[in-house]
């Protein structure tokens, strides 16, 4: 069963700073476009970070970019969301998605459950 779930979600003050993973299992995520997204409540899901299967090149909503870095360990078959200088409008459910394809465009086949990310004094 092909399936992504994510980890490391939580509670953190405003400045700091969480690493989200996103773990694959039924296949080789390295072969595999993967993006991370969040919604937050009443808010419609929005795109965070991508990257490629092709080059593993990365793409950022412009809301997180210079905070939020994107990376794959192809061996733990695990993508990575490093979230630094956090804000309150950060949280949200984070979820990660995958599908076969090079590139971020377009649409995500495999969803996980996603994990809450909380910003807050």
């Known amino acids: 069963q092909l399936q992504v779930v994510e980890s490391g979600g939580g509670l953190v003050q405003p400045g700091g700073s969480l690493r989200l993973s996103c773990a694959a299992s039924?296949?080789?995520?390295?072969?595999?476009?993967i993006g991370w997204f969040r919604q937050a409540p009443g808010k419609e899901r929005e795109g965070v970070s991508c990257?490629?299967?092709?080059?593993?090149?990365?793409t950022y909503a412009d809301s997180v970019k210079g905070r939020f870095t994107i990376s794959r360990d192809n061996a733990k078959n695990t993508v990575y969301l490093q979230m630094n200088s956090l804000k309150p409008e950060d949280t949200a459910v984070y979820y990660c998605?995958?599908?076969?394809?090079?590139?971020?465009?377009?649409?995500?086949?495999?969803w996980g459950p996603g994990t809450q990310v909380t910003v807050s004094s």
């Open positions: 990257i490629s299967s092709s080059d593993s090149s990365t």
């Open positions: 039924g296949f080789t995520l390295g072969y595999y476009a």
């Open positions: 998605a995958a599908d076969r394809k090079n590139y971020c465009s377009g649409s995500y086949r495999y």
